[in-house]
């Protein structure tokens, strides 16, 4: 893992000195809100429907032990003794008071960590396959890459007032788990013909507003070329992107109006100018950066894990044996396994950790994951390095914190922003939704016959619930006074990405969960097998008998 | 030409330091709870009553009239957005309602 030098340490210090500063003044006066909310901002901190909200930043979702204990003693020390874990694989305190804001940021220097770039119209936090430096499928570890990114971002002085805020995205591997195409610039690691790891280049992807999915502006781009190229579309997009309509600002609509051929253009002439000085200091930096990132080596194996004790354990125990089933993917490396802790125990709150867990999280971490966490942008926190012959006691200890719920990839692990019990942008709840939803799939005890399944829910139009890219997508709305809920589907955030079509006239708070009874019920009737997922039964058949279960009436009136 | 009716309104903001709902009362004074606010009944009294609001940025921040409607126990909020707001969030006992 990265460990910040002095130059790190230093710069984020100096932050936390500067935001004490403007707080003090913002409090005894000499700030008025309109100048201290850019300052704010710039150090994630929100103003929400209830409290102040702060964003910290969790660089490409990954994070060590005193990381993740610093993290529950701030929720327990400042805030409300839990936090929210997100889709950009940040954390949020829900509850922080202005005044101790400063010192928050400072408990988060001690261990590294800051909360630089979380809002305003900057590059933020790049974000990663949460399973990069563990994946049986991976190229390589992409997270050097995105810790040069977030050297470079920090503070850039030609990106700190961009036309809107700037997402990028990065994996190695050919199954994204990143949402590489969903992204401002999603970066996918592939190998060219002499089998040299490059970039493909996607551009213009988002969600929100307007969803659009990503357009590729390079096959292969060379990783010596990484960063000046990821500078020069930075730039024309900061020249070219609208700033008279935020609705417009983003890289996605200047990508649609104008055309990837064109934006490609612009991109290769000024990749073309500001290359040569790129003197290689870029790729010194990198290999500094990668040597942190290589210390430990596991040995590729195609094998799948097999120890004596663990498939003892297996049989003996079903809940266990359910768990190993859902929630471990495969490590590159044999006789280990990646381990996903679903933080979405049914009926809580999803993305939510309270301090105990966290600490939990952290020894296991420590005891048993050569020291390391992940933050998926699923909401969930990844163990990446568990030796095989420790599943089961991790299992125990994770099942005694409620931490071992059996779920992940199915009807339950939903994606929820914090929508209106939060945020101040909401126009509908978001987390009652999710709760009901998993509730309900666990009483009927459909969850593991329904299989794989990506619910996604938003509370407004922001889409910070990625509502566009889940094969069901939900988004809440304010019609006329009442919360209502529209219904996506065929959204898919992996490589074979799609924005999902909406389903027709949204629902009531109480009829959603029937509404989508009668979706997955009709679903379990009409898929050719147990193994044909939703997403894969939806796009045999397209929306029609999809739209009839949600729609029995307009098929009555029709008939 | 007739004119709408003026829904009732409350002056509602959050509190600088701790960042909590807080409403105006007649008597000048930031409350925790809706049911002391003044409800405005007045268009042009309203106006005024937001200006005094925006003119404490070193207490309040981002004030807005809000619709109210008037109950026996005082104004209570008509949209559930702002119903939210004296409540606190749906997921845990946080907010307002960890005083109840
Ligand atoms: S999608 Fe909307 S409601 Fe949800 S967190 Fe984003 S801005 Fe807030």
């Given at each position: 893992m990265y460990v910040y030098n002095d130059f790190d340490a230093a710069f984020v210090r100096e932050r936390v000195a500067q935001f004490r500063a403007q707080v003090e003044r913002r409090i005894d006066g000499s700030l008025t809100e309109d100048e201290f909310k850019p300052l704010r901002l710039m150090n994630g901190l929100y103003l929400q429907l209830h409290a102040y909200m702060l964003r910290v930043a969790i660089p490409y979702g990954t994070l060590n032990s005193a990381q993740m204990r610093q993290l529950a003693y701030i929720a327990e020390r400042w805030d409300k003794g839990y936090g929210h874990f997100t889709t950009r694989q940040n954390i949020q305190f829900n509850w922080p008071k202005l005044k101790d804001v400063p010192d928050m940021l400072e408990a988060l220097a001690d261990v590294g960590m800051h909360a630089i770039q979380t809002s305003g119209n900057t590059i933020r936090n790049v974000t990663a396959d949460h399973f990069a430096g563990a994946a049986a499928d991976e190229i390589a570890d992409p997270r050097p890459v995105a810790e040069l990114l977030r050297q470079w971002s920090t503070d850039h002085p030609e990106f700190q007032f961009l036309p809107r805020k700037f997402k990028i995205a990065v994996t190695g591997s050919p199954n994204d788990r990143a949402v590489t195409k969903a992204h401002d610039i999603g970066l996918r690691m592939v190998l060219n013909e002499v089998g040299e790891a490059g970039f493909e280049v996607i551009v213009g992807g988002g969600l929100g507003r307007t969803p659009m999915i990503g357009k590729v502006i390079r096959d292969f781009l060379p990783e010596a070329d990484l960063l000046p190229y990821v500078e020069a579309i930075v730039s024309v997009y900061n020249l070219l992107g609208r700033r008279d309509n935020k609705y417009k600002a983003r890289i996605k609509i200047i990508v649609h109006e104008h055309g990837i051929e064109k934006i490609r253009d612009l991109v290769e002439a000024r990749f073309a100018e500001i290359r040569p000085g790129f003197s290689g200091v870029d790729r010194a930096v990198l290999a500094a950066i990668r040597a942190q990132f290589e210390n430990r080596s596991f040995e590729r194996s195609d094998s799948p894990p097999s120890k004596p004790g663990y498939e003892a354990a297996r049989a003996a125990n079903p809940a266990f044996r359910a768990w190993t089933d859902t929630n471990l993917a495969p490590h590159r490396a044999d006789g280990y396994a990646i381990v996903s802790v679903s933080l979405k125990a049914h009926g809580a709150t999803p993305g939510d950790a309270t301090a105990g867990q966290m600490r939990v999280l952290a020894d296991l971490a420590e005891a048993y994951g050569a020291d390391e966490l992940r933050i998926s942008h699923e909401q969930n926190v990844i163990l990446p390095h568990v030796r095989v012959e420790h599943l089961h006691k991790v299992y125990q200890t994770l099942r005694a914190n409620d931490l071992a719920t059996a779920n992940i990839g199915k009807i339950s692990d939903i994606i929820a922003c914090p929508g209106m019990d939060y945020c101040a942008l909401a126009t509908a709840r978001s987390i009652p939704i999710a709760q009901e939803i998993a509730t309900r799939f666990e009483a009927l005890k459909l969850e593991h016959e329904i299989g794989d399944l990506k619910i996604k829910i938003s509370g407004c139009i922001n889409a910070c619930g990625h509502h566009h890219v889940g094969h069901i997508g939900i988004l809440g709305l304010d019609r006329a006074g009442v919360e209502n809920y529209q219904i996506t589907l065929g959204g898919d955030h992996t490589e074979t990405a799609a924005i999902g079509e909406r389903a027709g006239p949204g629902f009531a708070a109480d009829e959603l969960l029937s509404a989508l009874e009668r979706l997955l019920l009709a679903y379990l009737d009409i898929r050719e097998s147990p193994e044909e997922r939703f997403i894969d039964t939806y796009r045999r058949l397209g929306p029609a008998p999809f739209k009839a279960a949600l729609y029995p009436e307009a098929r009555a009136d029709a008939a | 030409m007739t004119r709408r009716p003026f829904t009732p309104k409350v002056v509602t903001a959050n509190a600088l330091l701790e960042g909590d709902v807080v409403w105006l009362t007649a008597e000048d004074?930031?409350?925790?709870?809706?049911?002391?606010?003044?409800?405005?009944?007045?268009?042009?009294?309203?106006?005024?009553?937001?200006?005094?609001?925006?003119?404490?940025?070193?207490?309040?921040?981002?004030?807005?009239?809000?619709?109210?409607?008037?109950?026996?126990?005082?104004?209570?909020?008509?949209?559930?957005?702002?119903?939210?707001?004296?409540?606190?969030?749906?997921?845990?006992?946080h907010g307002k309602q960890a005083g109840d």
């Open positions: - | 004074a930031w409350t925790r709870d809706i049911a002391e606010a003044e409800l405005i009944e007045d268009e042009a009294h309203g106006q005024i009553r937001l200006l005094h609001a925006e003119a404490q940025p070193d207490v309040v921040v981002g004030p807005y009239l809000a619709d109210a409607e008037p109950t026996p126990k005082g104004p209570a909020p008509v949209h559930f957005r702002e119903a939210f707001r004296t409540r606190g969030p749906s997921n845990y006992p």
